[in-house]
């Protein structure tokens, strides 16, 4: 099962921030928080992620609590092509590369105009 | 710019025949993994493959699936004997930085 938690759903304004919460009070200290998104039926979309340091690229940013068993992702000023479901996932970093990605329901953010 | 491509992005198939789903990464990379979505459900890993070897497999991937690298380049998913729950996008992904795994667009799998 996923180790985090989302809000179904979420709707955003176009042009402002989006801010997607997630849940992940067991994250344990080797766990890194990813972000992935799916526009409708596509692969889902490497964003960003972290393990306790606030990131940001090109696309978003990731902002972890101190005691890292929360997080946002902050799209600075949406669009309609962020329309999507996005999925905030747990997993161990580093030289795991044989480890999957467990996925949850995630967030269906809309972007409305 | 895709890390991999898969084909056939649609295949179509008659219960009980056999499929063939094609992953063909644009480098060379050494790690793959095979997922699948069923319509309006989560995305749920089946297999983790590495150095011509499965590393990973869930409870989903039975002796019905089987993966392999035949020519040291595509990567192939296999079911032997399709059944109508098998109808799902079925996605390919590979490590390309670090550990993080970037995601093909998928073949939608209908089984009749």
């Known amino acids: 099962d996923a180790k985090t938690t989302q809000p179904p759903s979420m709707d955003c304004a176009e042009g402002r921030a989006a801010n997607l919460p997630c849940n992940h009070s067991t994250i344990s200290g080797n766990e890194y928080v990813y972000w992935y998104r799916q526009i409708h039926s596509q692969g889902p979309q490497y964003i960003i992620h972290g393990l306790k340091n606030n990131e940001t690229n090109e696309m978003a940013s990731l902002i972890i609590t101190e005691d890292r068993k929360s997080s946002t992702l902050i799209l600075p000023h949406a669009t309609l092509r962020d329309t999507a479901v996005y999925y905030c996932?747990?997993?161990?970093?580093?030289?795991?590369?044989?480890?999957?990605?467990?996925f949850g329901p995630g967030t269906r953010l809309s972007v409305l105009p | 710019e895709p890390e991999v491509t898969q084909t056939p992005s649609h295949q179509v198939t008659q219960m009980g025949q056999e499929v063939i789903l094609r992953c063909v990464p644009i480098s060379n990379h050494l790690y793959f993994y095979w997922y699948r979505q069923i319509l309006g459900q989560k995305v749920e890993f089946l297999v983790s493959f590495y150095n011509n070897e499965i590393s990973e497999k869930s409870e989903i991937f039975d002796d019905q699936f089987s993966v392999e690298r035949p020519d040291g380049s595509n990567f192939t998913l296999k079911i032997r004997s399709t059944k109508l729950e098998d109808s799902a996008m079925y996605f390919c992904a590979t490590v390309v930085r670090g550990d993080t795994q970037y995601f093909g667009p998928g073949t939608r799998l209908t089984v009749l």
């Open positions: 996932i747990v997993r161990s970093g580093g030289d795991n590369y044989g480890q999957n990605f467990v």
